[in-house]
Nanobody
Framework: VQLQASGGGLVQAGDSLRLSCAASGGTFGAYTMAWYRQAPGKEREFVAGIRWNGFSTDYKDSVKGRFTISRDNAKNTVYLQMNSLKPEDTAVYYC????????????????????WGQGTQVTVSS
C-alpha cells in the first residue's frame, strides 16, 4: 500500500486547510484509515480515524468540532478538513493504515499502522 499526502501549508490562526491522501495498491475500500501528526520535539499522535465503510469516525479530543475526516472509496482518497486552526495544530501530518481489511478504528489504533504516507507540513501562525 502506498500513501501520498498533500494539502499542507502555512496559514494563520482561524484559517482552514484540507489535507488529502491518495492510496494505491491493496484494497483501499476495505482499509480503516487514519491521520496522525507529529509536532517538533513531540511523539507522533493520533488525530482522526475513519472506518473502512465510512460509517464510523474517531477524533483526538482537541480537534473534535474543528476537524472532519472523510473518504471517497471510488477515488481511493481520504481527507482531513481542518477548520479554526490553532498554532498548536502545527505539525507534520501523516495518513496511515494497518493494511488489514474490515477492522474497526480501535483495532487499528491498538495494533498501530503499518503503512504511512510521506507527511505534509501544516504550520499555523498566531
Amino acid at each position: 500500500v502506498q500513501l501520498q499526502a498533500s494539502g499542507g501549508g502555512l496559514v494563520q490562526a482561524g484559517d482552514s486547510l484540507r489535507l488529502s491522501c491518495a492510496a494505491s495498491g491493496g484494497t483501499f475500500g476495505a482499509y480503516t484509515m487514519a491521520w496522525y501528526r507529529q509536532a517538533p520535539g513531540k511523539e507522533r499522535e493520533f488525530v482522526a480515524g475513519i472506518r473502512w465503510n465510512g460509517f464510523s469516525t474517531d477524533y483526538k479530543d482537541s480537534v473534535k468540532g474543528r476537524f472532519t475526516i472523510s473518504r471517497d472509496n471510488a477515488k481511493n482518497t481520504v481527507y482531513l478538513q481542518m477548520n479554526s486552526l490553532k498554532p498548536e495544530d502545527t505539525a507534520v501530518y501523516y495518513c496511515a493504515t494497518d493494511g488489514r481489511t474490515f477492522k474497526t478504528i480501535q483495532d487499528m489504533r491498538a495494533r498501530g499502522p503499518n503503512y504511512w504516507g510521506q507527511g505534509t507540513q501544516v504550520t499555523v501562525s498566531s
